[in-house]
């Protein structure tokens, strides 16, 4: 049998719809294998989705890459929803999982966007699907080394939790406490690729199951109660 290849999928929305995909393909020692970066042409092309996407960006650093991209040509290809969605079902075949950190998310915005154009579920297959957020916790961020790392650098969210994104988490592993998220879906893909990669060099067991809401998860529970420990 093969062996098991990750394709680490982060997508941007605009309200339900997707706008931005990007992949990261790798194998379990971070090789990367393929990588895509895309923007949904029927999005940014329609007078109507094209002025709701202006409005949401307009003053915005976010509004300025896409742009620039978009008339540059660098970075991300403009192609149709349906192109997108089947060059991902063709890379999501054999011995794949499909990762994202937080995929409860990308997986309901993807269906919802297929749906949308008319091809029914993004993935016209069974995949298996991973949530890195919640094996990220399980692994690298349930230590009192990432309690001390929030509490130090003050990564708490507006409710006073622990923060457990994808951004704090990159920064925790590669001790960059200033790293800042692109918020494009490939270059997002990227580092949630390097996470995946640094949860398997742990060598621990992985919580791949499906889960509910991260905040309800023991291991959601586990890293707060570490991080409270050192306030």
Not at 24 to 32: C, E, F, L, Q, S
Not at 104 to 119: I, M, P, R, V, W
Not at 207 to 226: I, L, M, S
Request: aromatic share 14%; net charge negative.
């Amino acid at each position: 049998m093969a062996k098991k290849s990750y394709l680490v999928i982060d997508t941007e929305t605009l309200s339900d719809y997707v706008f931005d995909v990007g992949y990261t393909m790798v194998d379990r020692a971070g090789n990367v294998l393929a990588t895509g970066s895309y923007v949904v042409e029927e999005v940014v092309t329609d007078p109507i989705t094209y002025n709701a996407f202006n409005d949401r960006f307009m003053g915005g650093e976010k509004i300025a890459n896409y742009y620039y991209n978009l008339f540059m040509g660098t970075d991300f290809e403009v192609k149709p929803f349906g192109y997108i969605r089947a060059k991902l079902n063709e890379l999501a075949t054999g011995n794949v999982v499909v990762c994202a950190y937080n995929s409860a998310f990308d997986a309901k915005h993807l269906d919802l966007t297929s749906e949308h154009f008319g091809f029914g579920k993004f993935f016209d297959h069974n995949v298996q699907w991973w949530d890195i957020w919640h094996i990220a916790m399980a692994t690298l961020l349930d230590s009192v080394k990432f309690a001390k790392f929030v509490a130090e650098h003050e990564r708490y969210t507006g409710k006073g939790n622990a923060g457990t994104g994808a951004e704090v988490c990159y920064q925790f592993i590669t001790d960059e406490p200033t790293f800042e998220e692109e918020h494009t879906a490939f270059a997002d893909s990227q580092i949630e690729a390097a996470i995946l990669e640094r949860c398997f060099k742990t060598h621990r067991k992985l919580e791949t199951e499906p889960v509910g809401f991260c905040t309800r998860n023991k291991a959601w529970q586990r890293v707060q109660a570490k991080a409270k420990a050192q306030q």
